[in-house]
Protein backbone atom coordinates (compact mmCIF):
# COMPACT_ATOMS: atom_id res chain seq x y z
CA UNK A 1 0.00 0.00 0.00
CA UNK A 2 2.57 2.59 1.07
CA UNK A 3 6.00 2.70 -1.09
CA UNK A 4 9.52 4.65 -0.36
CA UNK A 5 8.91 7.19 -3.14
CA UNK A 6 8.59 10.26 -0.67
CA UNK A 7 12.00 9.00 0.82
CA UNK A 8 14.46 8.17 -1.87
CA UNK A 9 16.35 11.60 -1.72
CA UNK A 10 17.68 13.56 1.39
CA UNK A 11 16.61 16.66 -0.07
CA UNK A 12 12.71 15.27 -0.69
CA UNK A 13 13.11 14.17 2.86
CA UNK A 14 14.27 17.54 4.43
CA UNK A 15 11.70 19.76 2.34
CA UNK A 16 9.00 17.44 3.67
CA UNK A 17 10.13 17.21 7.11
CA UNK A 18 9.93 21.44 6.92
CA UNK A 19 6.67 21.11 5.83
CA UNK A 20 5.68 18.96 8.80
CA UNK A 21 7.52 20.74 11.06
CA UNK A 22 5.47 24.12 9.88
CA UNK A 23 2.45 22.55 9.59
CA UNK A 24 2.97 21.40 13.75
CA UNK A 25 4.14 24.18 14.85
CA UNK A 26 0.98 25.86 12.91
CA UNK A 27 -1.65 23.56 14.85
CA UNK A 28 0.55 24.67 18.08
CA UNK A 29 0.40 27.99 17.28
CA UNK A 30 -3.32 27.84 16.85
CA UNK A 31 -3.63 25.80 19.85
CA UNK A 32 -1.92 28.71 21.65
CA UNK A 33 -4.72 31.08 20.32
CA UNK A 34 -7.50 29.33 21.67
CA UNK A 35 -6.28 28.65 24.94
CA UNK A 36 -4.18 32.23 25.25
CA UNK A 37 -5.66 34.13 22.79
CA UNK A 38 -2.86 35.38 21.30
CA UNK A 39 -1.13 33.89 17.90
CA UNK A 40 2.57 34.23 18.30
CA UNK A 41 5.15 32.17 18.13
CA UNK A 42 6.67 30.08 22.04
CA UNK A 43 9.34 28.32 22.37
CA UNK A 44 6.69 25.37 23.58
CA UNK A 45 5.52 26.11 19.74
CA UNK A 46 9.35 25.67 18.67
CA UNK A 47 10.19 22.99 20.10
CA UNK A 48 6.69 21.12 19.07
CA UNK A 49 7.89 22.05 15.10
CA UNK A 50 11.31 21.01 15.84
CA UNK A 51 10.13 18.04 17.33
CA UNK A 52 8.19 17.03 14.33
CA UNK A 53 10.51 17.91 11.61
CA UNK A 54 13.07 15.21 13.67
CA UNK A 55 10.53 12.83 14.07
CA UNK A 56 9.87 12.98 9.81
CA UNK A 57 13.70 12.78 9.45
CA UNK A 58 13.84 9.74 11.71
CA UNK A 59 11.12 7.38 10.35
CA UNK A 60 12.27 8.18 6.97
CA UNK A 61 15.86 7.27 8.10
CA UNK A 62 14.48 4.13 9.58
CA UNK A 63 12.06 3.28 6.05
CA UNK A 64 15.58 4.11 4.00
CA UNK A 65 17.71 1.75 6.06
CA UNK A 66 14.84 -0.96 5.58
CA UNK A 67 14.97 -0.36 1.49
CA UNK A 68 11.76 -0.77 -0.66
CA UNK A 69 8.88 -3.59 0.11
CA UNK A 70 9.18 -6.86 -0.56
CA UNK A 71 5.92 -7.85 -2.49
Known amino acids: MFDDRAF ?16 FG ?17 PRTAVFALAA ?6 VAAIIRRLGPPKT
Do not use: E
Not at 31 to 40: C, I, K, N, Q, Y
Open 8 to 23: RTWPLIFAGALLFGAL
Open 26 to 42: FAAMLADLLFDGLLHLT
Open 53 to 58: FAGYVG
